[in-house]
């Protein structure tokens, strides 16, 4: 699996492409900010799918752009769709940034899956952060370690903020005990902001994260 990391805008958001590495089509998760350096990694290869890992407006700001420029299709979960078509859903309003994307052409829910070559993703429903934040699950047919990105639902030694409007701290304490806990150590963390980790790391660190 290849899993490339653009850092992006004011608040330095995670933009990841995944691909199989053999050739296959892209996914890219969280179009951030900067649609110029977005296209440009992205080069002539085909993207399958630009999935939002929540509404945030610091994870939209390049959507538009990246979708016209790719074709591919817009992906993001159903509790958070229909937020993105105003600055206030997508919490921007606030601190200044009238971001929005469009209306997402496909409406993802729980145990769906994308495929990309022979990379295949899994949504895991993480409310919390937003009532609609996923994290994706991606699965090396190779056989090597899963990745998982977390958006922001799970950082380096942290979690999402809670306290804008949609979140809920027990609600994330769920995300993580249920969805994220359990996974094998060896899965590599892929957050929406700052460094790598592994489950396994953050079981060790990270006090929000139980010691399943």
Do not use: Y
């Not at 105003?86 to 469009?102: N, V, Y």
């Not at 994290?135 to 056989?143: I, P, S």
């Not at 958006?151 to 999402?160: C, E, K, N, P, Y």
């Amino acid at each position: 699996m290849l899993v490339e990391r653009l850092v992006l805008g004011p608040l330095e958001t995670n933009c990841w492409l995944v691909s199989d590495g053999r050739g296959g089509p892209l996914v890219m998760v969280d179009p951030a900010d900067d649609p110029e350096r977005i296209i440009a990694a992205v080069g002539e290869r085909p993207v399958v799918a630009v999935i939002l890992s929540h509404r945030h407006f610091d994870h939209i700001g390049a959507v538009r752009e990246v979708l016209a420029a790719t074709g591919a299709p817009l992906m993001a979960h159903a509790d958070d769709a229909d937020a993105l078509a105003s600055p206030e859903g997508t919490g921007g309003a606030q601190f200044g940034f009238m971001r929005t994307a469009p209306v997402p052409d496909r409406v993802l829910h729980a145990g769906d899956a994308i495929e990309a070559g022979e990379v295949g993703l899994s949504v895991l429903h993480t409310p919390g952060h937003t009532k609609g934040g996923i994290c994706l699950l991606a699965h090396d047919a190779t056989g090597g370690a899963d990745h998982l990105f977390s958006g922001d639902t799970l950082f380096a030694g942290s979690v999402g903020r809670t306290d804008f409007e949609g979140g809920d701290a027990r609600e994330l304490g769920r995300s993580l005990t249920r969805e994220l806990a359990p996974l094998p150590g060896e899965t590599v963390v892929h957050p929406g902001h700052g460094p790598d980790s592994t489950i396994q790391r953050e079981r060790r660190v990270n006090p929000f994260l139980p010691r399943a």
